[in-house]
């Protein structure tokens, strides 16, 4: 075969590669641009806003911030919920500890069992089924935020493989380019080198050891 020839395969089929690529890293791009833009609208609907800094400021056990929740929320204080992260934090560093303190750690199928157990009408019974209905509602919301955590990740994963797929592109261009090139520089005449290993001077087994 021909060496210019040869080159010119090797280039078309990088190009086509360049192309596939940068397909790829388009769509990779517009679901990253989706998940991002659908998480936002859809947490912003919620209303949902971090408490002040001042409630920070008197974080204590047993009230609406406790000192553990401080190192994962304290730096959206005051914000309005509205992306992946803010949603992962708010539902296992907030919700999640609220949750443990109305309901012991118990779920809700426990605690609604639990009240179903005890005479209908009767002060215990509207006592249990007002926590089994708090960590419904809790547990509920918490698992639309985790929801909404996950479709971001998401897009964060595509955003990260569309600039892989985008600089793959790039150098696999530079490489077609140089194929081109080579190609043009050589001769006509000149044949692709294939070398191979004489069958009559097989190497004995002492010589590929180096004895």
């Known amino acids: 075969m021909k060496r ?37 609208n859809q947490l912003a609907q919620q209303q949902i806003t971090f408490p002040s800094q001042a409630a920070f400021a008197h974080a204590k056990v047993g009230t609406e911030i406790e000192p553990v929740m401080i190192p994962y929320i304290a730096k959206y204080a005051g914000e ?12 296992d560093h907030f919700i999640a500890y609220h949750l443990q303190e109305i309901g012991g750690g118990l779920t809700y199928a426990q ?24 960590v419904f509602q809790g547990t509920t919301l918490r698992g639309l935020l985790l929801e909404a955590y996950a479709f971001w990740m998401f897009g964060q994963i595509a955003l990260i493989a569309g600039i892989a797929a985008f600089a793959l592109a790039f150098l696999m261009a530079l490489l077609v ?35």
């Not at 078309?12 to 590669?17: N, V």
């Not at 360049?18 to 791009?29: N, P, T």
């Not at 309005?80 to 539902?91: C, H, I, S, V």
């Not at 009240?115 to 926590?131: C, F, H, V």
């Open 4 to 40: 210019n020839l040869f080159d010119m395969l090797a280039s078309f089929i990088g190009l086509a590669m360049v192309i596939v690529l940068v397909v790829a890293g388009g769509l990779l791009m517009w679901g990253y641009s989706f998940a991002n833009s659908n998480v936002h």
């Open 80 to 91: 309005p919920l509205t992306t992946g992260q803010q949603a992962e934090a708010y539902a």
């Open 111 to 134: 605690l609604s069992s639990q009240a179903l157990a005890l005479p209908k009408g009767s002060p215990a019974y509207t006592a249990a089924e007002a926590k089994a209905q708090s």
């Open 177 to 211: 380019a140089l194929g081109f090139w080579h190609a043009r520089r050589t001769e006509d005449t000149e044949e692709l080198q294939v070398h191979k290993v004489p069958t009559g001077n097989k190497p004995t087994d002492k010589e590929l050891v180096g004895v």
